[in-house]
């Protein structure tokens, strides 16, 4: 059963890494295997409480995590989530570790985007889930003086982390790509856990019917 929990979102305030008129961009990786309602409401509520001037949603090529999942061609994920993003302007899709291949590393990414937004302050946006993992990111020393992290607090995970964060609070929905992955499998309704969009596109791309998807 879908569970919703909503939280008043809090006032965050943030100083910029450096001048006010530099630009700032949120970046907002995964897999979105496929993309769902919780991945845009979690941007949206961090572009807004940040004052962001766009996400990128950056769908990964294949990510380094120990629990790697395994994901459908990339050229689905990509059409999905630009699908998923339309509606929105402060919204962009950046398919730059999908051209690049191989492992995604967040480190290598980001020294691509510095290069491409050099007057650009970044912040990357984790769920609270994925906090425990940065000490197991590639190069993470490095990474966290180059980009802001930005971490969206998620129900039974601490708040707490050895390296600096901003947290932001976000209506809390239960919801996540491999849910809607099961569901699909076993012939439920995805109905309002995906834009209408991708829900039909879903349909008629015939994705995640294979039990081994």
Same mark, same amino acid.
């Given at each position: 059963?879908?569970?919703?929990?909503?939280?008043?979102?809090?006032?965050?305030?943030?100083?910029?890494?450096?001048?006010? #008129?530099?630009?700032?961009? /949120?970046?907002?990786?995964?897999?979105?295997?496929?993309?769902?309602?919780?991945?845009?409401?979690?941007?949206?509520?961090?572009?807004?409480?940040?004052?962001?001037?766009?996400?990128?949603?950056? +769908?990964?090529?294949?990510?380094?995590?120990?629990?790697?999942?395994?994901?459908?061609?990339?050229?689905?994920?990509?059409?999905?989530?630009?699908?998923?993003?339309? #509606?929105? +302007?402060?919204?962009?899709?950046?398919?730059?570790?999908?051209?690049?291949?191989?492992? #995604?590393?967040?480190?290598?990414?980001?020294? *691509?985007?510095?290069?491409?937004?050099?007057?650009?302050?970044?912040?990357?946006?984790?769920? /609270?889930?994925?906090?425990?993992?940065?000490?197991?990111?590639?190069?993470?020393?490095?990474?966290?003086?180059?980009?802001?992290?930005?971490?969206?607090?998620?129900?039974?995970?601490?708040?707490?982390?050895?390296?600096?964060?901003?947290?932001?609070?976000?209506?809390?929905?239960?919801?996540?790509?491999?849910?809607?992955? *099961?569901?699909?499998?076993?012939?439920?309704?995805?109905?309002?856990?995906?834009?209408?969009?991708?829900?039909?596109?879903?349909?008629? *791309?015939?994705?995640?019917?294979?039990?081994?998807?």
């Amino acid at each position: 059963m879908l569970k919703t929990e909503t939280t008043v979102a809090s006032k965050v305030q943030v100083q910029p890494l450096k001048a006010d #008129s530099r630009e700032r961009i /949120g970046i907002m990786g995964g897999t979105f295997n496929p993309p769902h309602l919780g991945h845009l409401i979690m941007a949206k509520q961090v572009q807004e409480q940040l004052d962001l001037d766009k996400v990128l949603f950056m +769908p990964d090529n294949l990510p380094p995590h120990i629990d790697q999942k395994a994901a459908i061609a990339a050229k689905y994920r990509l059409h999905m989530v630009e699908m998923s993003i339309a #509606s929105e +302007p402060k919204f962009q899709l950046e398919d730059i570790e999908i051209r690049r291949g191989g492992v #995604s590393y967040t480190y290598d990414t980001v020294q *691509e985007l510095k290069q491409l937004y050099p007057d650009a302050d970044l912040y990357f946006i984790i769920g /609270g889930d994925m906090v425990e993992y940065l000490p197991k990111w590639y190069k993470v020393n490095e990474l966290v003086k180059m980009i802001q992290f930005v971490s969206v607090e998620r129900k039974g995970y601490a708040k707490k982390s050895d390296y600096p964060l901003i947290w932001v609070d976000v209506p809390r929905i239960d919801i996540s790509s491999s849910m809607i992955r *099961e569901r699909l499998q076993q012939g439920r309704s995805i109905k309002y856990l995906v834009t209408s969009e991708v829900e039909n596109y879903i349909r008629q *791309e015939g994705l995640y019917h294979d039990t081994n998807s």
